[in-house]
């Protein structure tokens, strides 16, 4: 089990191997379907995007509406696979990892070997687990996707393992 | 005859609902144990560990113990000899629906329109619902909430009338292959075996309703349960698809006679946080 402070570097991003269990700490971005559209869009048009890319990771996530007294509601991963149509284009951007379930495609691959990037895997379906690691949580952009926009949320151990490395070995082959 | 409140069907299904969000039926839970006890060191024991830890935070601190809650369906069984009083029965289940999401603060994963703008109906409305008929004067409504990781995966084959049961296995271990972890596995598999394309399909969602240690009455057909169980298991996809042991914690099958000329087969794949419930009034 592996410590890490975020950003994660590039550099440590090539030590990370296959099946690694990591604890998380510090900031990541949430985002899915509808977000990445927009993202998608907005780089298309060359435009400014809601948050710095290079050294960050998004974390493919849909939070159920958040409890009184708590920072967020629960907050497991959703399927990785369909955000696969828009992510090599944010990797080649400098993203460094993204946070889901299950697989990714050909491409989205290929985009983590050749930017140096990772694929980490959250435990599907542990979303009262995730909502605990969340020390704090607000929406960044695109507020009228409801629990489809774009959060900032501070992590604290947040448990993750190892999906694909930089290397291209994948757990789930 | 007999009569029922629509209050008296509005408080247990809701309640029903909200339960069912948070707390994991007990033979799911056995089965994960179960598959804890089976595997061997390594990522997915700690997939099985963290969906314990995870359960035992939903169940304390009272939140859905996976985000998403799902679309509810709801197979309705009305007895003939039963009124309902009050405010029609859908409008009732509809209600118990809406308002179990809105107090158990389940996310609303349902949009109105699945094509034109998918615009999110803010209620997790409508659920699916399956009406049928029972003798007697019992109001029985079993439910699922039915997350949609798993949900993109179910699969239907129209297969040939002489492929037979070989046939039958290979489809449903090729739809949990192509699956991978994506439905976070383990998974419970419900599959419906003849009628029509969309009976099958039907079949399939009667068939999750069964508690795992609910076997097929035919042993033709709870062989043919286990068989597909360890092929699936077999497969190595273990919990959370990172490689293991168990792969599915259940298979359960319903079947249905179908015309000489086709052999429909359907597979509802569903996660391990299979979310059941059920009413008997
Ligand atoms: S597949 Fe099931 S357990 Fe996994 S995220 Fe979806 S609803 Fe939750």
């Not at chain 2, 629906?97 to 109906?121: I, Q």
């Not at chain 2, 209620?123 to 949900?151: A, C, H, Q």
Request: proline share 6%.
């Amino acid at each position: 089990m592996r410590e890490i402070q975020l950003p994660l570097e590039k550099s440590l991003v090539k030590e990370l191997t296959v099946g690694e269990e990591l604890r998380l700490n510090g900031t990541i971005y949430v985002g899915r379907d509808q977000a990445h559209q927009r993202l998608t869009r907005l780089i298309e048009n060359s435009e400014a995007l809601p948050f710095e890319l290079k050294g960050n990771i998004i974390y493919y996530m849909g939070p159920s509406p958040t409890p009184e007294g708590r920072v967020i509601g629960s907050a497991g991963p959703t399927t990785a696979g369909r955000m696969d149509p828009f992510t090599p284009a944010l990797l080649d951007r400098g993203l460094t990892a993204m946070i889901g379930k299950g697989n990714r495609n050909q491409s989205v691959y290929d985009a983590i070997i050749r930017n140096g990037a990772v694929f980490l895997y959250a435990f599907g379906g542990c979303g009262a687990l995730y909502s605990d690691k969340i020390t704090s949580s607000e929406v960044l952009a695109f507020d009228d996707l409801g629990p489809e926009a774009i959060y900032k949320l501070k992590v604290k151990d947040f448990p993750v393992l190892v999906a694909i490395d930089c290397r291209g070995n994948n757990i789930f082959k | 005859m007999r009569t029922l409140k629509s209050q008296e069907v509005y408080i247990p299904l809701k309640d029903a609902i909200m339960q069912s969000g948070v707390v994991l039926p007990d033979d799911i839970l056995l089965g994960i144990e179960k598959a804890k006890r089976e595997e061997e060191d390594g990522p997915a024991l700690s997939v099985l560990k963290h969906i314990t830890d995870n359960l035992s935070i939903a169940g304390k601190k009272h939140i859905p113990l996976c985000q998403d809650t799902g679309m509810v369906i709801l197979f309705v069984s009305i007895g003939q000899e039963l009124i309902i009083e009050g405010d029609p029965l859908e409008k009732v289940l509809y209600r118990a629906v809406e308002d179990a999401y809105e107090k158990g603060l389940f996310r609303k994963s349902v949009v109105e329109d699945p094509l034109k703008d998918r615009k999110n109906s803010g209620n997790n409305l409508p659920p699916v619902i399956y009406y049928d008929f029972l003798p007697g004067d019992r109001l029985i409504i079993k439910g699922l909430l039915k997350g949609f990781g798993s949900e993109n995966c179910s699969r239907v084959f129209m297969l040939k009338p002489t492929d037979g049961r070989e046939k039958v296995i290979e489809s449903v271990v090729s739809a949990v292959r192509d699956a991978g972890g994506a439905p976070c596995p383990p998974v419970v598999l419900g599959i419906g075996i003849g009628g029509t394309m969309d009976y099958a399909a039907k079949l399939s969602k009667k068939a999750l309703l069964r508690k795992l240690d609910q076997h097929h009455p035919d042993p033709y057909y709870s062989d043919l349960e286990k068989e597909i169980l360890d092929q699936v298991n077999a497969t190595g996809i273990g919990s959370g698809g990172v490689g293991g042991k168990t792969s599915a914690l259940g298979v359960k099958i319903e079947k249905f006679p179908t015309h000489i000329a086709g052999l429909p087969v359907a597979v509802s794949v569903n996660c391990w946080a299979d979310r059941r419930l059920e009413i008997s009034l």
